[in-house]
């Protein structure tokens, strides 16, 4: 195509013949532009990827900017569509642009473009345009070809070096305007590699600064993980959706929301971490969704991906995965938004969910799990039963996720698989259902749910005769139930006193829990930093820092069994778990974090971090680390004093991401 006569001669014929069209064009060039604000490189990174390039480069220099790319050369029918206004040859579904108007956006900081591609070598200047017019009035930057000017040595040098690399079609930007393209690329998020069709490289110049973005694609049966690499950050996401419609969803989410795509970001959110991609319609920008009927259609469709998803993750049992698919604030919060996307997206999804969601259920949210079990599922006949954490409740009960109710927790106690501490609140719970004035009839006077001589009887077997074990009598009252509860659980349905609390008579076989003998205190005789004084070093016995107990339960019994004196309050939501004195009598009060690696993040509430302002050295922060040995324990007084707090918006809690672990440990014993 060295030969660009006939169609510049069209275009000069119809610019003499209709001197307004050309002033029109010239409008309506400067709308185009102003309406891709900020958007050129988004623009110029899309036209490479519908022309099946996998390497993308833009690189600024002093004077000029030439952007590259290693796809198909340009022919005279793309030429045409260059100069002309809404005269792409593009099918959309097909490709990402369609409209034949987006390459008029560089038009705001260039007064000079040239296209260099195979044998089409042509420039675009208004200062060309008039004197090849004749005329001084206004006229469009990209309207009338011209034959390419030569171009300064150092240019011609870097096409050169890029040809070399590969690099087919180059657009050469003279005589800038603005360094609104500078920002563009500093600003450009990793994110746009994830849904393009072909580009996986993306190289990026501003003089001696270089961004290089590369993604990585693997596949999978039912989904694929697509990697992106910027310098040594790498993100992970795992993608469903096999056509234009998909999600994708990042390996290790940063619980901010994410931009809803078409194909590359768009400037409107979803309240999701994970992406969404479809066809939508959009401004002509690509800025925001209009919610037509084929935006809804991709909604739908992208509902349907999520769904499938989210079963797919909790039959998989991946917390992580269900967790990336959790919404950053509950459900009802994005219903409000009423026409928005996160609200329309929901509510195709609770439609589609009441149909595959049947054979499933979830447990109840008052029903307090070990560490570690959130995410773990349980098979039981017809469905299966999942362990959400309060972070991903919300969107299942959302969804329709029925809640197990007593009389089907009380059925699943028989099961090995559950914890002694799941099976005294379930026991609690059923007590107190049978005290309450009006009680639901969900037992069965069989049903196994109360321990004594280690092992679980009916209420059957306590008529016969049977006793509560004294620390499971213990454990109910933790849980919630009085004395008073218990003496007229056994008035009132055993027809005989529970004499555990007078007399220390009971069920019990060697006066330890379930499980094995008293565990043991090991200390390292460590100063801590962070306050306190040393504990004592040497092994003390303890009675119950056992494996089945909250960890609350288990912080409280360690530090008991190294002279602090404290009770659990946990079940009150003070801003603190346990209450009393430290090993030196000094007023504590202890707020108690599950972590699963020394440095893992974790949150204090609003409540927390107040708390810990008024009260100052009285207010002690213990950081647990369980493990099937033992737990690991680091005290931090006055905690506010001695960590990086950030306060986070997600609702509002103050996250901890840098802070020394340096616990002391307390080993199980056998």
């Known amino acids: 195509m060295n030969n660009i006569k006939p169609l510049r001669d069209r275009l000069l014929e119809e610019a003499t013949s209709s001197p307004d069209l050309l002033n029109d064009l010239a409008g309506l060039e400067k709308y185009v532009a102003e309406s891709y604000q900020s958007r050129s490189l988004m623009e110029l990174l899309q036209n490479a990827d519908d022309a099946g390039a996998d390497a993308f480069l833009f690189y600024i220099s002093d004077d000029f900017v030439i952007c590259a790319n290693n796809g198909r050369y340009i022919d005279d029918n793309d030429l045409t569509s260059i100069c002309r206004s809404a005269a792409s040859r593009k099918q959309r579904g097909e490709t990402i642009g369609y409209r034949g108007i987006g390459f008029k956006s560089v038009s705001t900081f260039a007064k000079r473009v040239s296209v260099f591609s195979g044998e089409c070598r042509v420039t675009f200047s208004r200062e060309l345009t008039q004197r090849a017019l004749k005329i001084d009035s206004k006229v469009p930057l990209i309207r009338i070809p011209h034959e390419m000017e030569l171009l300064s040595s150092k240019i011609e040098s870097e096409l050169r070096e890029l040809q070399e690399n590969g690099y087919t079609t180059f657009f050469i930007f003279e005589d800038l305007q603005t360094d609104e393209i500078s920002n563009e690329i500093e600003q450009l998020p990793t994110t746009s590699l994830i849904f393009l069709n072909n580009v996986a490289t993306i190289n990026l110049h501003i003089q001696d600064k270089i961004r290089t973005l590369k993604s990585f694609v693997k596949n999978f049966e039912n989904r694929k993980i697509k990697t992106i690499q910027e310098g040594t950050e790498i993100q992970a996401w795992t993608k469903f959706g096999a056509g234009v419609d998909s999600i994708a969803i990042p390996t290790n989410p940063r619980h901010s929301a994410s931009f809803i795509h078409v194909f590359l970001p768009t400037e409107d959110q979803s309240g999701f971490t994970c992406l969404f991609n479809g066809d939508f319609s959009t401004d002509p920008a690509r800025r925001h969704i209009i919610f037509d009927d084929r935006s809804n259609a991709c909604i739908d469709a992208l509902a349907s991906i999520y769904t499938e998803a989210l079963i797919f993750a909790i039959s998989s049992k991946d917390m992580p995965l269900v967790a990336a698919l959790s919404p950053l604030v509950e459900p009802s919060i994005l219903m409000l938004q009423g026409k928005g996307f996160a609200a329309k997206f929901l509510s195709s999804c609770k439609k589609l969910s009441r149909e595959i969601i049947n054979n499933h259920k979830i447990t109840p949210g008052w029903l307090t799990w070990n560490d570690g079990d959130a995410g773990k599922s349980i098979k039981k006949s017809a469905y299966e039963i999942f362990i959400p954490d309060d972070a991903t409740r919300p969107i299942l009960k959302f969804l329709g996720f029925k809640e197990l109710n007593l009389g089907e927790l009380i059925g699943l106690v028989a099961y090995d698989t559950l914890s002694y501490y799941v099976k005294v609140q379930i026991a609690c719970k059923a007590i107190k259902n049978l005290i309450s004035p009006d009680p639901i009839k969900m037992t069965s006077d069989q049903d196994r749910i109360f321990l004594s001589k280690s092992r679980f009887i009916s209420l059957s077997d306590l008529r016969l005769g049977a006793e509560l074990e004294k620390s499971f009598a213990d454990d109910l009252i933790a849980n919630g139930l009085s004395e008073s509860d218990i003496k007229n659980f056994y008035v009132h349905h055993i027809s005989r006193p529970f004499r555990g609390f007078e007399t220390g008579i009971d069920g019990s076989n060697d006066g330890t829990h379930p499980g094995g003998k008293p565990a043991t205190q090991e200390i390292d005789g460590r100063d801590n930093k962070k306050s306190l004084t040393p504990i004592e070093s040497k092994p003390i016995e303890f009675k119950t820092a056992v494996r089945w107990r909250a960890v609350e339960l288990m912080v409280m019994d360690a530090l008991n069994a190294s002279g602090f004196?404290?009770?659990?309050?946990?079940?009150?939501?003070?801003?603190?778990?346990?209450?009393?004195?430290?090993?030196?009598?000094?007023?504590?009060?202890?707020?108690?974090?599950?972590?699963?690696?020394?440095?893992?993040?974790?949150?204090?509430?609003?409540?927390?971090?107040?708390?810990?302002?008024?009260?100052?050295?009285?207010?002690?922060?213990?950081?647990?680390?369980?493990?099937?040995?033992?737990?690991?324990?680091?005290?931090?007084?006055?905690?506010?004093?001695?960590?990086?707090?950030?306060?986070?918006?997600?609702?509002w809690v103050w996250e901890v991401d840098t802070y020394e672990f340096n616990p002391i440990f307390y080993a199980f014993t056998d």
């Not at 404290?566 to 778990?577: A, C, Q």
């Not at 950081?623 to 680091?634: D, P, R, W």
């Open 565 to 651: 004196r404290l009770r659990d309050v946990s079940k009150s939501n003070l801003g603190y778990d346990l209450e009393g004195t430290d090993h030196e009598n000094n007023i504590a009060y202890v707020e108690v974090k599950s972590i699963t690696y020394g440095g893992e993040k974790f949150r204090l509430t609003n409540n927390e971090v107040a708390l810990a302002r008024e009260l100052n050295g009285k207010y002690l922060l213990a950081l647990a680390l369980t493990s099937k040995n033992g737990v690991s324990i680091e005290i931090i007084r006055s905690p506010l004093n001695h960590l990086n707090v950030t306060r986070q918006c997600v609702q």
